[in-house]
């Protein structure tokens, strides 16, 4: 499979047929890639049968390989996250749990988000079938209520009365945005200490990530937070 630090990497999923090698791809992980095209990441899904090609060492068997055949139902080759429903990004329309509380699958509301406080972990969860979605870790979110008067621009629109979620995975080098500085009001990483400003989209204040924190918007549908839209930049990072 696609490690999530390959998520900004072209990729496809495996097909019968494809010889295979190692590759670097400059995000801190190696992954596999066809010899007629180096540059795209081969993601080798669930259930998929690998064969030497060669010689019979461990060296050769990692160097090159063919893929016999996807023992997968229902595989989008276009798509590797289709596979499993549950690495699927958030979609509109779908409710939010806790990460702690997920075997009860309770949709969170917005009373259970207390105004100013430290933000809570999310997963999103599709209410058709009570899906959660936390068969990647990149659809971590963590959600918070601020008063919606200090919001600023395109971050008073995706808040749902004053609620706000974003990615839980910093764009620098992957930790979870877990600290929150009550005082000023400011996430923080605690691997690197990136800052960002939740008031202002997400925008990134100091530290060495890249970028602001991606948004998921939220509205308030039947006493329920809900998604209103994806994701406004892709989740995850790039390690060089």
Same mark, same amino acid.
């Given at each position: ?10 990729? *496809?999923?495996?097909?019968? !047929? ?23 990441? &081969?993601? &080798?899904?669930?259930?998929? =049968? ?35 429903? $549950?690495? =699927?990004?958030?979609? =509109?329309?779908?409710?939010?749990? $806790?990460? =702690? ?39 971590? @979110?963590? @959600?918070?209520?601020?008063?919606? &008067? ?7 629109? *995706? ?17 979870? @945005?877990? &600290? ?18 939740? *008031? ?6 100091? !530290? ?17 937070? @809900? ?14």
């Amino acid at each position: 499979m696609c490690d999530y630090s390959l998520q900004s990497i072209r990729s *496809r999923a495996a097909k019968v !047929g494809d010889k295979l090698v190692t590759k670097g791809f400059g995000t801190g992980t190696r992954g596999f890639a066809s010899v007629t095209d180096p540059t795209t990441a &081969v993601c &080798v899904l669930p259930g998929t =049968e690998l064969a030497c090609c060669g010689p019979s060492t461990r060296r050769d068997f990692l160097a090159t390989m063919s893929v016999l055949g996807l023992q997968m139902a229902a595989v989008s080759a276009a798509i590797p996250a289709a596979a499993e429903p $549950a690495s =699927e990004r958030p979609k =509109e329309g779908d409710f939010l749990v $806790a990460v =702690e509380s997920t075997s009860a699958k309770s949709a969170l509301e917005p009373q259970d988000i207390p105004p100013d406080a430290a933000p809570m972990f999310a997963w999103p969860m599709d209410p058709a079938g009570n899906l959660v979605r936390d068969g990647s870790r990149l659809n971590k @979110v963590l @959600v918070l209520r601020l008063d919606p &008067v200090t919001l600023v621009g395109d971050t008073r629109n *995706r808040a749902a009365d004053g609620i706000l979620a974003y990615s839980a995975i910093c764009p620098h080098a992957g930790c979870d @945005v877990a &600290v929150w500085r009550a005082d000023a009001k400011l996430l923080e990483c605690p691997c690197h200490a990136s800052h960002f400003n939740p *008031r202002q989209a997400g925008a990134l204040i100091d !530290g060495p990530a890249p970028r602001d924190l991606p948004a998921l918007p939220l509205k308030i549908a039947d006493g329920k937070l @809900v998604v209103a839209k994806p994701f406004t930049s892709r989740p995850g990072f790039i390690q060089g």
